[in-house]
């Protein structure tokens, strides 16, 4: 496109804006006229184009700027007749570095680098005047290539990687109208390979008591040829049934695996998108129950059989309950999800799955978080048929060439442990919800005969309550600790603005436990105590010293985890213990004295001490200033744990429980309430601030 100094003779010249050398060659400002009718105007030297000028060669082109020895180099600007304008960088006469060109008649605009004439490198080309259409990202050789943004004047938007202008490789793209996003490989502008799309249909948040059925939106995870669903996939329904098998032109085609809404299955061949059915076959659940997969519980009974009844009898008797209870913790906040974030569904999730069960006095030493979530992670579990299935599959179609497909195939075996067993936000359908409570009961009330009583006990004297106050002959306590936190804005607020900073906090003491933070742990010995130096004395201030990092960036090197998480989300991969946050505070100076010591210890480890355990004859020893029982503490007043020496041989025995995040969190908190030297202190709000930041320091 650009044009080419060639040697060519002088058709005339005008030296009258200028003046020759004592040599005759051009120097200062000259107007040349070239035989071919280029014609040159500006500054000369030694007889060269040199300096800044202008150029208009014989078809209009026209270009100003500047010269280097008969060369087009330097910064300038080149029209076109058409209309057509590049002004930036040039070298030896074409487009190189950095530059903006546009088009007569035209809104498209290309910014960014140039090399040789062609774009490449980063550049950004806008397809309208307000710029809502563009590409931003790399170029090579006048094409898209690599990776770069594509946003579209309609809302609509793709990012990922480009071959010679085509959508190539791995990208994702969103369609603003229709509501719909695809994330995965592309080749030919088109979807093909491994990818998941997926339909955002606005969920209204539920008013009726059934929405448990009617939670998700329709996700397809597989194979895609040439845009359609194509291959082995599997096909996430809004209503929680899902089919995995094959497909063909976006059609189920070939055997699947259908499973319904209540976790009953079926599996047989599919034809046009229906499932190709026998004489007297019909595609339908099984049952109206919740079909639960706990052969591995129910063997363990004197009569499987009737077990496995009597555990259906107990859900069903409870459904209607089970239902109400599981649409409540959906809308349920959790200091461990993220606060405002728009909710694509109303699914329970692992975070709310722990507020239940401490409402409802579920965590205790038999059932503790950690176990929990391994219960959870049971649950979770595809059914084994599918299972079986599955690996047949993978054995006919895997391509071993293909990490795509390779990890495609990983990813399915491990989806019940995606982003680890303590994943927060892991969703729980309500088949496995009632699943992991029977699991549950099957742990916590092991000393009662049979899965069906257990299960019946475990409802009606821990969760009928949290449905409606009149369906349960007594609710679980709630301690004073509980009653403040939950009955006031401002504690829960004071928790949630403590969370963040708590988060370093674990991750050091994580760090620490595994042995990756042995030259932190020197530092910890040598750093100041408390009151000497004027500074922060507080947990958060002293670490922020210690660790030289004001906001906690992160866990020091070295703990293991994986990357499939968010940075914020990785701190659920860490695990310490209550014998380390005691230790650390103890190094700090923050428990004054063995009273202290031991109020900590004993507020670390309140769940699982035999005298806080809850069930249908014990309550707690926890007992206001007041004297009224533990249920009975006005909200802000403060309490004070006492512990005997069969308490305190127990806290010694759970010191080395493995602690999650959300156990530390809770634990600080209720560390904060029962901590002996701050009970003049009132409200949780205030005893928090005074536990974690100095007067004045700001850091909350």
Known sequence: MEPELVPVSVDSVDDSLGQASLSGRMEGQGRVVFKSGAMYEGQWQRGYMHGTGKLTFPDGLVYEGDFQDNTITGSGVYHWPNGALYEGQVLRGKRHGKGRMSFAGSETVYEGDWVQGLRQGQGTIYFNADRTGYYQGDWAGDMKEGRGTMQYANGDVYEGDWVADLKCGYGRMQWKSTRQEYKGQWDRNMPNGIGTHLWFQQVAEPTAANHALLLMFNRYHGRFLDGQRSGYGVLYFATGARYEGMWLADKKQGQGYFVFENGDTWVGAFEEDRPVLHEGETFAPASINVALHIQDLIDEEEVPAAAARGINNVLMVYNSDLRSLYDKYCKRPSLHMARDAPRPSFTLVTAQFWELMSDARLVTAATSLHHIDQLLVQARRAPPPLVAFREYAQMQLSLADDPADSHFWVGLSEEHVAGGPHNPLAELLFPAFCEALVRVAAVRYRHLPGMERRLHVLINSHLLALVSKTKATSAPPRTPFHQEMWSSEGALLALQQAEPSLRPVFEHLAARQHGSAGAAGTRHQAASRPGTSGADDSLQGVLDRVLGQAGGAGAPAGVPWADDLGASAQVYKLETSARSVVGLMRELGLLPDTMAVMAAAGALCFNYLTANLYNQTQRLRIEAEDGQPEGGAEA??????????????????????????????????????HAPHLGQVEGLQAKMQALLMAEGSGLL
């Open 636 to 673: 802000g007043g403060s309490s004070v744990m006492t512990l005997d020496e069969d308490d305190e041989r127990e806290v010694a025995a759970w010191l080395d429980v493995p602690m999650l995040y959300p156990d530390f969190v809770e634990g600080m908190a209720r560390v904060a309430f």
